[in-house]
T-cell receptor, first 111, second 115 residues
């Protein structure tokens, strides 16, 4: 059964620093991996989607990579800002079409 | 922009009541999903649907049912609400391509409290 893990559960970083969030999954037979952002009490906002055939995707200051063989993905945030403070979740879609979410990393950017 | 809307942001119901949560998307997406989100447990899939009148059980379907009579609308039904169904409920939708899959778009969520 697919399991998705995000470590650490919480992270505090000074403003301006570059940072990396990690996501690991146990079954490499996936269709895609998606990174989301969630602000407190709100729904999820899609950040990046990586298809299983891709290695990375970029959007502005965000870069997501995927290494299926090792069961890992990273979300790189460049030049962090206080507005980046949120919970970041990754989700994988398996061959059974089910989507499994990690429990998220709560990010706090210190002004 | 894709828009996914949910009928209520906050809802308070009594134990035993029948509860309807509505989700509407405006982008002609084939796939629609219902999740619940609880502290320490993350998001868990309740039901999903590939097309009108189609439904598939997710990981935690017990105590819930769904209805998809029109492509744009996916309803989650709590037949007899219980206190352990107090949670944040999130709806999502996505295209289903022939080869690749597309990203999910989420609604704002409904925070349901059952007393």
């Amino acid at each position: 059964k697919q399991e998705v893990t995000q470590i650490p559960a919480a992270l505090s970083v000074p403003e301006g620093e570059n940072l990396v969030l990690n996501c690991s999954f146990t079954d490499s037979a996936i269709y895609n991996l998606q990174w989301f952002r969630q602000d407190p009490g709100k729904g999820l906002t899609s950040l990046l989607l990586i298809q299983s055939s891709q290695r990375e995707q970029t959007s502005g200051r965000l870069n997501a990579s995927l290494d299926k063989s090792s069961g890992r993905s990273t979300l790189y945030i460049a030049a962090s800002q206080p507005g980046d403070s949120a919970t970041y979740l990754c989700a994988v879609m398996g061959r059974d079409d089910k989507i499994i979410f990690g429990k998220g990393t709560r990010l706090h950017i210190l002004p | 922009d894709v828009k996914v809307t949910q009928s209520s942001r906050y809802l308070v119901k009594r134990t035993g009541e029948k509860v309807f949560l509505e989700c509407v998307q405006d982008m002609d997406h084939e796939n629609m999903f219902w999740y619940r989100q609880d502290p320490g447990l993350g998001l868990r899939l309740i039901y999903f649907s590939y097309d009108v009148k189609m439904k598939e059980k997710g990981d935690i379907p017990e105590g819930y049912s769904v209805s998809r009579e029109k492509k744009e609308r996916f309803s989650l039904i709590l037949e007899s609400a219980s206190t352990n169904q107090t949670s944040m409920y999130l709806c999502a939708s996505s295209f289903q391509g022939p080869i690749i899959t597309y990203e999910q778009y989420f609604g704002p969520g409904t925070r349901l409290t059952v007393t």
